[in-house]
Nanobody, 117 residues
Framework: QAQLVESGGGLVQPGESLLLSCAAS????????LGWYRQAPGLEREFIAR???????FYSDSIKDRFTISRDRTENTVSLRMTRLQVEDTAVYYC???????????WGKGALVIVSS
C-alpha cells in the first residue's frame, strides 16, 4: 500500500522553472520506484522520470535535458525540477510509485501545471 501527495503545481510563464514535490508513505517495498508522469489535454499519460530505491534514475528522452528528478530515500519524497518550461509542458503531473520499475501500482491525485504568457 502507498499514498502519494503532490505539491508545487501552479501557473508559470514560458521559460520559467517550477519544482514539484511528492510526499510518499507506505511499505518500503511498494515505494521501490518513485516517479513522475504527466497527462496533457487530449493526450495519453506520459512517462517523465522515475527513480529506484538503490538510486537509479530514468528519464524520458523528450525532457531529460530540462527536468531533473531527485529522491530523498529517508523521507520518501521525490521531486521534479522543471526548467525552461514551454506551453507544451502544460499538463496534470502525477506522482507514481510501485514495487517494480514497471508497471505503476500507485498514483497521486495530480498537480496541475499551466505554462502560459
Amino acid at each position: 500500500q502507498a499514498q502519494l501527495v503532490e505539491s508545487g503545481g501552479g501557473l508559470v510563464q514560458p521559460g520559467e522553472s517550477l519544482l514539484l514535490s511528492c510526499a510518499a508513505s507506505g511499505s518500503p517495498s511498494d515505494l521501490y520506484m518513485l516517479g513522475w508522469y504527466r497527462q496533457a489535454p487530449g493526450l495519453e499519460r506520459e512517462f517523465i522520470a522515475r527513480s529506484t530505491r538503490e538510486g537509479g534514475l530514468f528519464y524520458s528522452d523528450s525532457i531529460k535535458d530540462r527536468f531533473t528528478i531527485s529522491r530523498d530515500r529517508t523521507e520518501n519524497t521525490v521531486s521534479l525540477r522543471m526548467t525552461r518550461l514551454q506551453v507544451e509542458d502544460t499538463a496534470v503531473y502525477y506522482c507514481a510509485a510501485g514495487p517494480w520499475r514497471n508497471p505503476v501500482e500507485y498514483w497521486g491525485k495530480g498537480a496541475l501545471v499551466i505554462v502560459s504568457s
